[in-house]
C-alpha cells in the first residue's frame, strides 16, 4: 500500500472518524464502527482510492461513500489525546506520520513526495516539508475527508 492510502487508511479507520461531528453523539466503540456498512463502505473506498494512486491514476472519488464525511480531526485528535499528545500534527508532516506510527524518515517524505507530486525545496527542507504537509491535507479533503480550518493554514 502507498504512504497515502496507510494515512487514509489509519485516519478514515480510526472510530472517532465515523462518528457524528456534532457533540451530542454517542460514543461507537471499534467493533461497532468496523461493523456499520459505513465503515465498509470507507474500507472499499480507501482500498479503490489506494490502489488508483499505485496504479497512477488521478481518479479519486469526491466523498468517502458515506453520506457524511469523515471527519479527519477529530480522528486525529482523539489519537492525539490517546498518545498523550501528538506534537505540531496540524502543520507539521514528520509530527502527522508520528502521530499514525509511520515512518516519518527523509526517505519516506521522499517517497510520499513522488506519490503526492510534490517537487517543493531541497529533500527534506521546511519548503518540502510545508508541501507536503498540504498535499495530504488537501487530498484528504479530496478523498471525503473533513479537514479542520487548523490544518489548511
Known amino acids: 500500500m502507498s504512504i497515502f492510502g496507510t494515512i487514509m487508511d489509519k485516519i478514515f479507520h480510526h472510530p472517532a472518524a465515523a462518528q457524528p461531528a456534532s457533540g451530542g453523539a454517542t460514543a461507537q466503540s471499534p467493533s461497532d464502527v468496523s461493523s456499520s456498512s459505513a465503515a ?80 517543493a525545496g531541497a529533500d527534506g527542507s521546511a519548503e518540502q516539508n510545508i508541501a507536503l504537509h498540504k498535499a495530504v491535507v488537501e487530498k484528504l479533503a479530496e478523498n471525503g475527508g473533513k479537514v479542520p480550518a487548523s490544518m489548511r493554514s
Do not use: F, N, W
Request: proline share 2%; charged share 20%; glycine share 12%.
Open 40 to 119: 465498509s463502505t470507507m474500507v472499499q473506498t480507501a482500498e479503490k482510492i489506494a490502489s488508483d494512486l499505485l496504479a497512477g491514476s488521478s481518479a479519486a472519488p469526491a466523498t468517502a461513500g458515506a453520506s457524511s464525511p469523515v471527519d479527519v480531526g477529530a480522528a486525529l485528535s482523539a489519537m492525539a489525546q490517546q498518545k498523550g499528545g501528538g506534537g505540531d500534527y496540524q502543520h507539521s508532516i514528520v509530527d502527522l506520520l508520528k502521530l499514525l506510527d509511520l515512518d516519518s524518515s527523509l526517505d519516506s517524505r521522499k517517497q510520499l513526495g513522488q506519490e503526492l507530486g510534490v517537487h
